[in-house]
């Protein structure tokens, strides 16, 4: 099958005399990329002309294209968008095209003129290789229209995935990364917690049930931004294809925010809090033992990974069937069904205490983004991403909703309040001991770090300046197949936050601190995907989130943020003596920090020192390529 693109006027002589030759149906012209784009109608007499048999498309060229939006065309899946604007039909292609620069081999027309992009059927092994997959269609647009380039550095999708270990990660292993960083010591620690902050049972089961439609709102904008931007670096690289200017901005708010507070992820997976030394040395030993698992074995590290998120899908499945049991009359318990009689008994009234419990639940839920920080090393990205994504959220939104009716049955209200930080001593602790729930803080570490090195990474390839320079930070040194370096930047802060005895406020504070920027990035994505469709309404998007979502999510941010800030009902937050609001102005000040530090690096040294910033690509020895800056003197006349 083949597409011939034609991008001026000039060729549309010669548009019309291919038509009639080899049968081609349709044209349409897009002001954009200044392209005729027209398609090969179905044809037995021409069609061993490409070696490929028939398909059945609309034949006729004068049909309302608003038609080709419905079940031919996706059927087909040539076209991903076509609206009429200004009696100008506008089509953006989703196939398999050739990359610009390998259409020599096109006999006719003037090669300034004339583009072709072909499609090869897959029918031998010496035609794999000029087979593509989706990234193509995002590449070419990206070179059509470079504003659509997220990177500040102008890397191209080929040269961001150099390096390393390359597309290996599929369906499966990409579902069981989501799955296995979402299932950690959320589900079985902060239950207790969100059921003393909204004070029923009703209300409780009710915010996970709130969580678990935020999460899959966040999940289809992310997989929007994703499909569109297949690259690794997650919010970074959303932020930074939507806020270009001024330049680099989101990209330096972005890494103080990850520098700084990203390690915290790292912390909730240890399960750290204010411990004796000997657990601080335990902790310590399995963050060393992460680090250089993935940075030195990654190929292990990826099977250990994936092993254990099944092993922790079988955990939560036993606690689910366990409720279920225990529910049926079936046990010592002798009334499981108390905690769902009035279950809405006692409920808070406080906008605080419902915002604070929510941070908490959506911490539970995090992770469904975690493909998105390493598409890099993902096969197919943009299939895998719109299967994995929806796939591993759902398994665990439902495992989640099943496993707290399975708590609620097996202990009363009072109990679970009683417990503490772990609700699971009350249920899982005393099924599996209290080894196992520490084993599976262990298991959780290994999944977050994988994709945490790939952010950090990410952020050292835009250039910007860091201790021991920016090539060292984004190489996958030393093995060449996996980012250690990007590893330890995680590694220092938590070793710190371990080792030094903080008061037991401390680490709750330090998480509620987290939490409350990566808020704000997340309305300022969402707001981005709204602004970045006003502005390329025509850019294609294999993937489109429907609009009410969104505009529930950018909801949900909002109260998030304000709610916070109102005084709650007990006059104190979650983590006395300190201030209700401390955190949310610490996570502000670390976000302006950012700015600060852009300010220095981009405006006010150069300023000072007569210099310019001038970027240049560089090819490191494991293959990377990253964005260098050189300091060029700027001559006054």
Not at 331 to 354: E, L, M, V
Request: proline fraction near 6%; charged fraction near 15%; charge should be positive.
């Amino acid at each position: 099958m083949r597409f011939l693109l034609y991008p001026s006027s000039s060729n549309i002589s010669r548009f019309n005399e291919e038509r009639t030759n080899i049968g081609l149906f349709a044209a349409s012209y897009n002001p954009e990329s200044r392209f005729y784009v027209v398609h090969r109608c179905p044809n037995v007499r021409q069609s061993s002309r490409f070696g490929v048999p028939p398909v059945h498309y609309i034949r006729d060229p004068t049909a309302t294209l608003n038609t080709l939006w419905g079940r031919l065309l996706r059927k087909n899946s040539v076209l991903a968008t076509c609206r009429p604007l200004l009696h100008i039909y506008h089509i953006a292609l989703v196939y398999l095209w050739r990359k610009l620069d390998d259409t020599s081999d096109v006999g006719s027309g003037s090669a300034n003129d004339d583009i072709a992009v072909e499609k090869v059927q897959e029918t031998s092994e010496k035609e794999k290789d000029v087979a593509y997959d989706n990234d193509d269609i995002l590449e070419l647009a990206t070179q059509l229209d470079p504003d659509l380039n997220p990177s500040p550095g102008a890397l191209t999708l080929e040269e961001d995935a150099a390096g390393g270990m390359g597309r290996h990660l599929g369906v499966f292993s990409c579902t069981l990364l989501i799955v296995g960083r979402i299932i950690g010591t959320g589900i079985f620690s902060t239950p207790s917690s969100i059921l003393g902050s909204v004070g029923s049972v009703g209300a409780s089961l009710m915010l996970w049930v709130l969580g678990f439609v935020l999460s899959f709102c966040g999940l289809f904008i992310w997989l929007e931004f994703g499909t569109m931007f297949p690259r690794s670096g997650g919010e970074k690289v959303y932020l930074e294809a939507v806020y270009k200017k001024p330049k680099y901005l989101a990209t330096v708010i972005f890494a103080v925010n990850a520098i700084v507070l990203g390690f915290t992820a790292i912390l909730v997976a240890a399960g750290h809090t204010a411990t004796p030394w000997v657990e601080r040395g335990i902790a310590l030993g399995v963050i060393f033992f992460v680090t250089l698992l993935h940075g030195l074995t990654p190929r292990v590290g990826i099977v250990v990974m994936n092993t254990l998120s099944v092993f922790k899908i079988g955990i939560l499945l036993f606690v689910v069937v366990t409720g279920w049991v225990v529910l049926s009359g079936r046990t010592h318990i002798q009334d499981p069904h108390q905690n769902f009689r009035n279950a809405f008994a006692g409920s808070s009234h406080s906008s605080n205490d419902y915002a604070t419990a929510t941070f908490k639940v959506l911490n539970a839920y995090a992770g469904w983004s975690n493909v998105n920080y390493v598409l890099n090393n993902v096969k197919n990205p943009v299939r895998t991403l719109k299967i994995a994504g929806p796939l591993g959220l759902a398994i665990c939104a439902v495992l989640y909703l099943l496993a707290n009716i399975a708590y609620f049955s097996a202990s009363s209200k009072e109990e679970i309040l009683k417990s503490g930080v772990t609700v699971a001593s009350l249920f899982f602790g005393n099924v599996f001991g209290k080894q196992a729930q520490k084993a599976l803080t262990v298991f959780n570490v290994i999944t977050i770090t994988f994709a945490a090195s790939r952010i950090n990474q990410e952020l050292a390839k835009e250039g910007i300046p860091l201790p021991f320079g920016s090539r060292f930070w984004a190489s996958n040194w030393p093995t060449g197949q996996s980012p250690l370096p990007g590893l330890i930047i995680h590694l220092i802060p938590s070793i710190i936050v371990i080792i030094a005895p903080p008061p037991a406020v401390a680490y709750p504070f330090i998480l509620d601190v987290e939490g409350y920027p990566s808020q704000i990035i997340n309305l300022f994505i969402v707001v981005g995907l709204f602004w970045l469709r006003y502005r390329k309404p025509n850019a294609v998007r294999p993937f489109k989130v429907w609009w009410p979502f969104a505009v529930f999510f950018l909801a949900a941010a909002v109260f998030l943020l304000v709610a916070p800030f109102l005084r709650p009902s007990n006059g104190v937050g979650d983590t006395p003596p300190l201030p209700y609001y401390l955190y949310c102005l610490i996570g502000i000040a670390v976000l302006a920090t950012g700015v600060l530090y852009w300010a220095g690096w981009r405006v006010l040294l150069p300023k000072v020192f007569g210099y310019e910033l001038v970027p240049r690509k560089e090819k490191l020895a494991d293959g990377t390529v990253i964005t260098l800056f050189s300091n060029q003197k700027v001559h006054k006349e």
